[in-house]
Nanobody, 116 residues
């Protein structure tokens, strides 16, 4: 089954850290770039980071530069998003996604809430 499954979200205090994981199945993960996209309450989806197939970083949104780090382990079919110095504005549902054979493939999302 072709799918992406995110995990690692939760409630964290401002200034805290979280690491999100996204595990792929059903396709040759190592051949595809991956993106992390978030959707805050009442807002549209925005890409926060993209990573190429060979672990080179392609993009970080200005709002997360220096705080978020994307990485991948092709042996585990998993992409990660390490988030540090979290702010209330980082509260959102975080999705991983890829472009697969001309279509977008999305995970189900994981909720990140930054609040004291």
């Amino acid at each position: 089954q072709v799918q992406l499954v995110e995990s690692g979200g939760g409630l964290v205090q401002p200034g805290g850290s979280l690491r999100l994981s996204c595990t792929a199945s059903g396709f040759t993960f190592s051949q595809y770039g991956m993106s992390w996209v978030r959707q805050a309450p009442g807002k549209g989806r925005n890409t926060v980071a993209s990573i190429g197939s060979s672990d080179h970083i392609q993009y970080y949104a200005d709002s997360v530069k220096g705080r978020f780090t994307a990485s991948r382990d092709n042996a585990k079919n998993t992409v990660y998003l390490r988030m540090s110095n979290l702010k209330p504005d980082d509260t959102a549902v975080y999705y991983c996604m890829t472009h697969l054979d001309g279509s977008e493939l999305w995970g189900q999302g994981t909720q990140v809430t930054v609040s004291s």
